[in-house]
């Protein structure tokens, strides 16, 4: 009796492994159809006011762009790390820039296990080769063109605009580029290599699991740190008359071993192209991970009272706001913030930046040589958010926001055809306006995903991301967003 039960158990033991699956597969679909009927919603919602603002296929929008470029070498960060025999540290640290592995050890487990983005010079020129020579190799790298000036013209280029871009590239390097992107600048015989180490959700190494998708990014840059391209740059702005100017890419200079005073008088000559283009002329400034203090000074200095746009992440917006709050800079933060504190560090932020230009108007007795911020656009992996002063330049703002959502997936998936299947919603069902005591909350609405209301002097849309969950790269995503915005803006 026992051999035969066991057999007769073997005999069955298919058919209720199939029953167990089908029980499972009823039991769980209906939610599962739920939420994939939400994400087709959100889509096909989010696509709709996307489309609700086109191009001028005729008189296409012409954009400055500026400065650098160089050549991306994506790796998978862990594989990299294991190949060189790089073992996973016990005390993650911050270091401002890489001098040898042990720091580099550090500073990639800081950043991994939160999944936050960031990017290091390394002065050690020997690592920096062996590490090239390394990822070369390695299964499954990919060769790209990189620098946030390069990554924003493509994607300008291809929403439908025409780009000038200021940048010292070789002539394969321009090659590539699309027809609708002129480069002006220097030419270099060989671009500097950026090594990108992505990692995916879950990663592990060592002991440590990364929150999110996301790179560390090192380089041991020496040509875009000095802006080679901006005098070319400045003599075709004239002649180019564009709609807007996007500066981005000057993270280059952030701990760079330059002379004394060489950054400043570097970055005076920004300022002085900056403050002599039209007032007509739009001027968008893309933040970075910024590390060096007096960088962040100079930059509030020089570049940002002439910007009335700027464009940054869930890491750079409070890094900023400490600095304008009289603090030190803040080199990691939470990776996933909720709305309602992104809203009210980004209402911080344009209240100070526009005092700041109105205090120094009235000490001047006369109007003030820089901007009004009119324009901020905060992109997190949850969700996007845009703070646009009413009245001003910048148009379109819901379909904007929108389109940088989708923008945000296409990328990150790698596929202009979005696939629900694929992605997943991982803002809350309802968001507060702000983290005060009584505030408003707003449900996300599955046919109108893009939330917009107005406060004082300002419009405020937030829409989610349909965030992606087979990630093909993470790297330039917030170039590639904040460009896709910015097109349907002016």
Known sequence: MEVGGRVSWVKYAPLLSLLAVLLAVWFRSPQNEVLDDRLDRVLSSLLRAERKVGINDVVRPRVAVGFGGCVDLIVDGVSLLNKIGLSPTNQPLHHDYIENTEQLAQSFAYFFAPGAAAERFIYNDTLFSELVEASRDLPGNRWSVGGNAPVMAGRMATEGCDVLLGGSFSTDFADVLSQHITVTGNTVDEPDIHLILEYPSGANWGHY??????????????????????????????????????????????????????????????????????????????????????????????VIPHADSMGMNEQELPNLLSLLKGSTITVLSDPNPRVATVLDQMREVYRILNKRNKDASDTNGTTAEGKSLTRLHVHTLAFQAMIVTRGSKWKNTMSATAKASLTANRHVCGSNDIDPSKARLIMDDSFSVSRQEGSQRIPLQETRPVSCWYEEDYEICVAPVLVCTDVYQTAGGGDNVSAAGLVLQI
Not at 228 to 236: I, N, R, T, V
Not at 250 to 277: C, T
């Open 209 to 302: 699991t990364s929150r999110r998708a996301n790179r560390y990014i090192v380089h041991s840059d020496d040509h875009n740190p000095y802006l080679a391209s901006m005098e070319e740059f400045a003599k075709e702005l004239e002649d180019f008359t564009p709609d807007l100017l996007v500066v981005g890419g000057l993270q280059m200079m952030d701990n760079f071993p330059f002379q004394p005073g060489e950054r400043g008088a570097l970055l005076s000559r920004l300022a002085d192209l900056l403050s002599s283009s039209s007032p007509q002329i739009g001027v968008h400034f893309e933040m970075a991970s910024f590390v060096e203090e007096s960088i962040m000074e100079d930059l509030l200095h020089y």
